[in-house]
């Protein structure tokens, strides 16, 4: 429920205060950077959380509920961004408008299923990585690759916006992906102590595609 509310609305938020004072042309990198802040606390809370449930589980679940409180707080202080054009709010009329898009936009529909299976066969996989990761390496240091590759993702969204205007988004999305394929491949069939740091290293990419999903979709 929590996604629901928030999916869409923070990136529609971004691209109409941006477009209200005639940035929306650089969307892609003020995205890119905002989201990096998201890999950046992910990496933080790697090494602050283990350390914290080492004291005290209960502490983190109360910390837990400290931080959307501050979020609510915060979000306080946003201001409305200016209604360029009135539409309607009908739920129903936005599933039937988007249906159809997709059904006559090629370009949509194959970008689509691209980002679908993508995300929903690498969350499934994401699950397993632990698993795989502790066959090779002891489990204290799951942690610290873990937030090895939120530092890399970090970067890899700071700078995706300036990538996406000198290389294309195209290039990127099929460089994202055969990089992808080719690391996962080789960490999997000839698997290794290396094995974990290379799946990680695909991480560093990811971002960049998924950039670019945000940024045709909104």
């Keep these: 429920m929590s996604r629901s509310f928030y999916s869409g609305n923070n990136s529609a938020l971004l691209y ?4 209200e004072h005639g ?5 892609h990198e003020v995205l890119g950077k905002t989201s990096s802040t998201d890999q950046l606390a992910l ?8 350390v914290i449930a080492a004291k005290s589980f209960s502490l983190v679940f109360w910390l837990s509920i400290l931080a959307p409180i501050t979020c609510i707080l915060i979000s306080l202080f946003f201001r409305e961004p200016k209604v360029h054009k ?11 408008e988007s249906l159809k898009l997709f059904i006559t936009n090629k370009r949509l529909r194959y970008l689509s299923l691209s980002g679908i299976l993508s995300y929903g066969i690498g969350e499934s996989a994401w699950l397993f990585r632990s698993a795989f990761i ?3 390496w002891p489990t204290w240091a799951i942690g610290i690759a873990q937030t090895a590759s939120n530092i890399g993702a970090t970067v890899s969204l700071y700078f995706s916006g300036k990538l996406i205007n000198k290389f ?3 290039k990127l999305i099929i460089f994202g992906g055969v990089y992808s394929f080719v690391i996962n491949l080789i960490s999997l069939v000839f698997p290794s102590v290396l094995s974990p740091a290379l799946l990680f290293a ?3 990419t990811a971002p960049i595609t998924l ?5 045709y979709k909104s």
Excluded at 86 to 96: D, F, G
């Design 86 to 96: 009135k539409e309607s709010t009908n739920i129903y009329n936005h599933l039937s």
């Design 202 to 204: 695909v991480i560093l």
């Design 134 to 136: 502790q066959l090779f």
């Design 16 to 19: 109409d205060t941006l477009n």
């Design 23 to 27: 940035k929306a042309d650089i969307y």
């Design 43 to 50: 990496a933080i809370s790697a090494v602050t959380g283990s």
């Design 168 to 170: 294309n988004e195209f």
């Design 211 to 215: 950039l670019y999903f945000k940024s």
